[in-house]
């Protein structure tokens, strides 16, 4: 595809629930990023995978989050039990090479509420 | 570590005037930089970015940017604002790994 695809756009859960997200990078992206942005701040880096491999996950707020990358491209953010501090958008964004110089290409974010 | 500070949290500017937008890092090691756009219920889009080389970058838009490592800053600057470049922005830095951003500046350009 053209951009980063994000899914769904949208997302009400009930706290407690469990939620997924996904994200389609790049074709050909090594690097993908999750990101939280809370309203009105900056993205916070949660995890990041290169190829399958989740090299960093230091980010996650806590063990209730997972994600996976399994072959290299789709990429799903878990969320189990939610909370209502878990409201955020979540980014995802994909880069060609690994290395700080490659610029970061994002989706449109999933916009998680929690109720 | 690294940290990103936004100094403007908002900044309010009248159309066709000249704006700067005020971003600082620190950091100990050598960094790339970026300056990142996001309109409303939008993913960032990458407005320009600094590697190595010439420490004037010229981006998308009309946006221009100065890195100077003497100050540790990375403003952005646009002689001429319209109203289609109102949005957040925000600047991002990368030591290889990891990008931090700040916390973005909301930018309006007022008719």
């Known amino acids: 595809g053209a951009g980063v695809s994000q899914s769904p756009r949208y997302k009400v859960a009930k706290r407690g629930q469990d939620v997924a997200l996904r994200c389609d990078p790049i074709s050909g992206h090594v690097s993908l990023f999750w990101y939280q942005q809370a309203l009105g701040q900056g993205p916070e880096f949660l995890t990041y995978?290169?190829?399958?491999?989740?090299?960093?996950k230091s980010g996650l707020p806590s063990d209730r989050f997972f994600a996976e990358r399994p072959e290299g491209s789709v990429s799903t953010l878990k969320i189990q039990r939610t909370q209502q501090e878990d409201s955020a958008v979540y980014l995802c964004?994909?880069?060609?090479?690994?290395?700080?110089?490659?610029?970061?290409?994002f989706g449109n974010g999933t916009r998680l509420t929690v109720t | 570590a690294q940290s990103v500070t936004q100094l403007d949290s908002q900044v309010p500017v009248f159309e066709e005037a000249p704006v700067e937008l005020r971003c600082n890092y620190s950091?100990?090691?050598?960094?790339?930089l970026f300056w990142y756009v996001q309109y409303p219920n939008q993913g960032l889009q990458l407005l320009l970015k600094?590697?190595?080389?010439?420490?004037l970058v010229k981006g998308i838009n009309g946006f221009e940017a100065e890195f100077n490592k003497s100050q540790t800053s990375f403003h952005l600057r646009k002689p001429s604002v319209h109203i289609s470049d109102t949005a957040e922005y925000f600047c991002a830095v990368n030591t290889g790994n990891q990008f931090y951003f700040g916390t973005g500046t909301s930018l309006t350009v007022i008719p």
């Open positions: 964004a994909s880069s060609y090479e690994t290395g700080g110089y490659s610029p970061l290409h």
């Open positions: 600094y590697l190595s080389g010439s420490t």
């Open positions: 950091s100990s090691v050598s960094v790339y």
């Open positions: 995978f290169q190829n399958e491999a989740q090299l960093d």
